[in-house]
């Protein structure tokens, strides 16, 4: 079989670019059978470098979420006469003709559909969400599967569009039935450690908590600085390192707030990162909704307990080895974040539920996995019928 990925967004810098780096780096370990034709943006063209004699790669300079994407980027893939292709995410060519597999993370604009969350114009943002919404159907209804991070997402799914009779009729079985649930991994973060002088020169102290990711909306940093302000009163030695590429999110929230005690690190290396990891206090992780929520799992794999959302997702993916709060309540997430940084005998706990954990969560079953999904979206190719 021969089989596209769609990697333009391979590499770090995003959850999604990091699922494609994986997903790719594990197919190569254990797939030597299938052929695969790996599309990379020109800007990671040269980050990835084949290391199995049945991966090529080629490039298409075409930015995703565009005008050219939906015109020429589906004529591309079908030139490759392919047996199956697979999109990390819900933008799909409408003209591409390719049977595909189809990952969708989450639906968070579904639920946050603000012009907040954009750096658009409230008028384009409201066009662009009407396509989105559009091109997001469409991509669900001629998918053969769908991939889904956890059996959140999934039901989220199926709740939003299982009874669409634009998608599948009235019947929520036929949508859920191509649905499968494959978790993510925890990447093998390099071991290396800078150490306390390097933080030093970063501006970082000896006690802080951490946070990882972007500053849209719905990551609630705002929430989660109104509860480091009530923290500090107590814990003046306090800080709060934000870890993320330094875009108009993050510049937007640094000029809302007079921040005190508050590091906006930027964009880091896995280097980096591991450093971070390892000499925080605690990792917190305010979000009001995720499709599935890497950084505790990150954290976890250092030894670094976590203190997060009261949310669905995190139950599913995270159990008992977390402190939680109320997201909507600054008081409440500095009660956990004060309870995570000083309750001993349960951070001793979480440290012990983590052995159990993390081995659900690996790089390459999920690829493993995801050749399951694309054999068996080609027997459904091959039978004529659209699933």
């Not at 990925?5 to 254990?30: H, P, S």
């Not at 599913?316 to 409440?332: M, Q, R, S």
């Not at 005998?345 to 659900?360: F, G, Q, S, V, Y």
């Amino acid at each position: 079989m021969k089989i596209v990925i769609d990697a333009r967004f391979f590499g770090t810098e995003t959850g999604i670019g990091r699922y494609i780096k994986e997903l790719v780096k594990n197919l190569e370990k254990i797939d030597s059978v299938n052929h695969y034709v790996i599309f990379l943006a020109r800007k990671n063209f040269d980050l990835y470098q084949p290391k199995n004699k049945n991966f090529t790669k080629k490039m298409a300079d075409i930015k995703w979420y565009g005008l050219k994407e939906q015109l020429f980027f589906g004529k591309m893939i079908d030139g490759e006469k392919a047996d199956l292709c697979h999109f990390p995410h819900f933008n799909v060519p409408l003209f591409c003709k390719t049977p595909y597999v189809l990952t969708i993370h989450d639906l968070i604009l579904r639920h946050f559909p603000t012009s907040a969350s954009s750096t658009k114009n409230p008028i384009i943002f409201y066009i662009k969400y009407f396509f989105y919404n559009f091109i997001l159907k469409n991509a669900l209804r001629r998918a053969k599967k769908i991939i889904a991070p956890s059996y959140f997402v999934r039901n989220d799914i199926i709740k939003n569009f299982g009874g669409d009779s634009r998608l599948r009729g009235n019947d929520k079985g036929l949508m859920a039935d191509k649905i499968r649930v494959i978790y993510e991994g925890v990447s093998v973060l390099p071991q290396l450690d800078s150490g306390t002088d390097f933080l030093k020169q970063k501006g970082i102290g000896e006690r802080y908590i951490l946070y990882v990711g972007n500053a849209y909306p719905h990551k609630n940093l705002e929430r989660l600085i109104e509860a480091f302000e009530i923290l500090k009163k107590e814990m003046p030695d306090l800080q709060l390192v934000l870890v993320g590429k330094n875009n108009y999110f993050y510049k937007r929230l640094a000029v809302s707030r007079k921040l005190l005690a508050v590091s906006f690190y930027g964009y880091a290396s896995d280097e980096e990162l591991a450093t971070l990891y390892k000499h925080a206090s605690l990792y917190v992780f305010p979000s009001l909704m995720e499709g599935f929520g890497l950084p505790p799992l990150e954290a976890l794999s250092f030894g670094l307990p976590s203190a997060v959302s009261d949310i669905p997702i995190f139950h599913e993916i995270l159990g008992h080895a977390v402190f939680y709060f109320n997201p909507k309540d600054a008081n409440d997430m500095a009660r956990a974040i004060g309870f995570g940084l000083r309750d001993t005998d349960k951070r001793n706990r979480i440290l012990e539920e983590r052995m159990a954990l993390l081995p659900r969560y690996n790089w390459q079953k999920n690829a493993g996995l995801t050749k399951e999904a694309y054999d068996g979206a080609q027997i459904f190719v091959r039978r004529g019928k659209i699933y």
